[in-house]
């Protein structure tokens, strides 16, 4: 089982809609989370973290975090074709010193 | 502030031959990362260093492989020799960290292509 499981997609949403990417993991001594997003071509680049339980805005995104079912979600409101992209969900065990990347969900914002 | 530096930013090379990618972390922050990434297996975490120290080098796939932090401000991945399945495209990240492992900040990535 991986540390940090994501699906692959590709998951296409009409622009203006609202974009839901899920990850689950498998440790429940994670205790911090983040989203990046990486367009084709280029590095991951930070657009979220969340540390406690339950919902997290900033603009058009929102974090959600449940470590009782072990799972993370980002919203992506009045999705824009500019986020088309590959989000990657990342977990940080802080007592092992590991932090972990999904595979990645890639989406397809179609205008 | 500058970002993460890696250089170069594409490598071509033969099999068989030494590379050598370069990364300059973000200035204050303590720990750096090398990745590996490709479709097939996506980002792979190699090395990590802590305080210019080797924290957790499972995540290097053999001995041809290696990386060193001489000080805070530069770090070296080394491949020899190199083999046409380490084709790939190579990230350093760094980050501050706190005790423990916090939002990692990545370059823009080698580009590596063995032939």
């Known amino acids: 089982q991986k540390e940090v499981e994501q699906n692959s997609g590709p998951l296409s949403v009409p622009e203006g809609a609202i974009a839901s990417l899920n990850c689950t993991y498998s440790d429940r001594g994670s205790q911090s989370f983040f989203w990046y997003r990486q367009y084709s071509g280029k590095s991951p680049e930070l657009i979220m973290s969340?540390?406690?339980?339950g919902d997290k805005e900033d603009g058009r995104f929102t974090a959600q975090l449940n470590k009782a079912s072990q799972y993370v979600s980002l919203l992506i409101r009045d999705s824009q074709p500019s986020d088309s992209a590959t989000y990657l969900c990342a977990v940080s065990l802080y007592n092992f010193n590991k932090f972990y990347f999904g595979s990645g969900t890639k989406l397809n914002v179609k205008p | 502030d500058a970002g993460v530096i890696q250089s170069p930013r594409h490598e071509v090379t033969e099999m068989g031959q030494e590379v050598t990618l370069r990364c300059k972390p973000i200035?204050?922050?303590?720990?750096l990362f090398w990745y590996r990434q490709t479709m097939m297996r996506g980002l792979e975490l190699l090395i990590y260093f802590n305080n210019n120290v080797p924290i957790d080098d499972s995540g290097m796939p053999e001995d041809r492989f290696s990386a060193k932090m001489p000080n805070a401000s530069f770090s070296t991945l080394k491949i020899q020799p190199s083999e046409p399945r380490d084709s790939a495209v190579y990230f350093c990240?760094?980050?501050?960290?706190?005790?423990?492992?916090?939002?990692?900040?990545f370059g823009p990535g080698t580009r590596l292509t063995v032939l």
């Open positions: 200035s204050g922050h303590n720990s």
């Open positions: 969340i540390y406690s339980n």
């Open positions: 990240a760094s980050s501050y960290d706190r005790g423990y492992i916090d939002t990692q900040y």
